[in-house]
């Protein structure tokens, strides 16, 4: 049996430090927001926003979900290095391969779409960021709880974007700085955390065999499947806006969302911070990892209530202090999407509880079902409704998921496996 004298203290510890960091890097380029549109007025900034939420349904599938069952296997094996050796090589084999079959669909898929082949050179230049994501494995950094040391080489690379960007984008004409340099500094970020690792861990990366990274790539497949079915549900929303309505209405969109993503990120680094410990306590008991996930949704849903709250007045704080960033569409959609934060953390907890019990078949079907009908909701209220339904659709379909995860984890915990 795994012991854990003080969990909650270790969990906070690396909570403050990576949100620390992490929330430096994250405002370090939402700094560059409000400068780029300026500069390269909505329109433009929409343009940007369309490559990136495309290109990052191809991150999701170089990950594969191995943010999760890479974790997993690391953290459980990391007192093994040969096994661990054995882990890191498969899974960065199977994520070189994704990414060559990956950009392969990446370019035909943009040569054939219109509106994606208008600005094809903002698109090929963003596909960087999967390279990068690629050469630096989260997973195994995460497995380790190595969190810091992650985040903060993250960090440098967020640092280093945005000062570029002040002194590289200076009109509508150098829009496709903006992607060069994202994805130049992200691969930048991958190359100096891959050597660390190797050198650090005394790894030696070898290409596994064609079986071996078959086999890991069937041990992912249900993660993988809830990972970009989960992504596709963020992304999605930029992508039909581009198709349905203008890049303008794209921008102030993918501004309104920036917003949102800093409290999504909250949940995010919680995420990262606790799923390793999640994992080993899920080897002691089920009663003990449902107690120590719902002491976390005690002490963090009320705070993003709070949270929720401040999104909700954020529009007339901003008419008062920064007018020049809010208008019609940003208020509405900022009150609207208000109701996000603390559905993100509920839906966390349920989703961690799923995942360490390795229930991610079933997590899956959660998932793909989910996206289908944010699909389908999705086009159906933005077509109605422009940017209002698709805000509505985003709220509607985290709403389900999260309904959905806890109907049956709570049909799970019932029977007689997890009981024992």
Do not use: C
């Not at 501004?255 to 080897?283: G, N, Y």
């Not at 009320?302 to 208020?331: G, M, W």
């Amino acid at each position: 049996m795994v012991s854990s004298p003080n969990p909650n203290k270790n969990i906070l510890r690396n909570f403050l430090s990576v949100g620390f960091i992490q929330a430096a890097g994250l405002a370090l380029p939402l700094l560059t927001i409000p400068y780029l549109l300026k500069v390269l007025g909505a329109e433009g900034f929409g343009t940007i926003s369309l490559a990136l939420a495309f290109t990052t349904l191809f991150v999701v599938l170089t990950d594969y979900g191995y943010n999760f069952i890479g974790t997993r296997q690391i953290a459980r094996l990391k007192n093994d290095p040969e096994a661990v050796n054995k882990v890191f090589s498969t899974m960065l084999s199977a994520q070189v391969w994704l990414t060559i079959g990956g950009f392969l669909i990446f370019v035909i898929s943009v040569f054939l779409v219109p509106d994606f082949y208008e600005h094809h050179m903002v698109f090929m230049a963003t596909f960087g960021i999967v390279i990068g994501s690629t050469l630096l494995p989260t997973w195994f950094f995460q497995g380790m709880e190595k969190f810091t040391t992650l985040h903060w080489i993250i960090f440098a690379s967020r640092a280093l974007y945005t000062a570029m960007v002040f002194v590289l984008v200076q009109d509508k004409n150098d829009l496709l700085w903006v992607p060069v340099l994202n994805s130049s500094t992200t691969i930048a970020a991958g190359v100096f955390g891959l050597l660390l690792l190797l050198f650090r861990y005394n790894l030696q990366f070898t290409f596994s065999p064609f079986k071996e990274v078959l086999q890991s790539l069937k041990e992912g497949f249900n993660l993988f499947v809830s990972a970009i079915s989960t992504t596709s549900i963020q992304q999605l929303p930029i992508i039909v806006l581009g198709l349905f309505t203008t890049e303008t209405i794209v921008g102030y969109y993918s501004f309104a969302d920036k917003i949102i993503l800093v409290f999504r990120l909250a949940t995010q680094v919680l995420s990262t911070v606790v799923f390793p410990k999640a994992v080993l306590i899920s080897q002691q008991s089920f009663m003990e990892i449902r107690k120590f996930l719902l002491r976390i949704e005690k002490w963090s849903v009320p705070l993003l209530f709070i949270a929720s709250l401040f999104l909700y007045f954020l529009p007339e704080i901003l008419q008062l202090t920064a007018p020049q960033y809010v208008n019609h569409v940003v208020r509405r959609l900022l009150k609207i999407m208000a109701l996000l934060p603390p559905v993100y953390m509920l839906k966390l907890t349920t989703e961690q509880m799923l995942i360490a019990f390795d229930l991610t078949a079933l997590y899956r079907k959660i998932m793909l079902i989910s996206l289908l009908v944010n699909i389908v909701i999705l086009i159906l209220l933005t077509w109605q409704f422009n940017y209002s339904g698709t805000a509505i659709a985003v709220v509607l379909t985290e709403v389900i998921i999260f309904l959905a995860m806890r109907r049956k984890w709570k049909i799970a915990e019932q029977t007689s496996t997890l009981a024992g």
